[in-house]
């Protein structure tokens, strides 16, 4: 079972950046998709970025020019680098791994992770 570690969470003013870290303790990652989704209170979780094995990336339409999603396979790791961060982006994110579907959406996921908190706030 791939475990899946999230970091870089935290509390940054609006229009200021994070860049978030997800760490894939199995070497498949290599041939899995990975994706960052987010949950904010009360609403349902979210597909903020996707990136594929081969590097095609996807994004939400919220988030289109402002994050960007990259992978290192050598360091089993997927980033989300977040700009312009509004109060809106307040929200857990968590990364997960599997097949993606051509809106970048994931399926064949395993259990979520506990989440990085993302605060936007002044």
């Known amino acids: 079972q791939v475990q899946l570690v999230e970091s870089g969470g935290g509390l940054v003013q609006p229009g200021g950046s994070l860049r978030l870290s997800c760490a894939v303790s199995?070497?498949?990652?290599?041939?899995?998709?990975m994706a960052w989704y987010r949950q904010a209170p009360g609403k349902e979780r979210e597909l903020a970025a996707a990136i594929s094995s081969g590097g095609t990336m996807y994004y939400g339409e919220s988030v289109k020019g402002r994050f960007t999603i990259s992978r290192d396979n050598a360091k089993n790791t997927v980033y989300l680098q977040m700009n312009s961060l509004k109060p809106e982006n307040t929200a857990v994110y968590y990364c997960?791994?599997?097949?993606?579907?051509?809106?970048?959406?994931?399926?064949?996921?395993?259990?979520w992770g506990q989440g990085t908190q993302v605060t936007v706030s002044s």
């Open positions: 199995r070497r498949i990652f290599t041939i899995l998709g």
């Open positions: 997960n791994a599997g097949r993606i579907r051509r809106d970048g959406s994931l399926y064949e996921y395993g259990p």
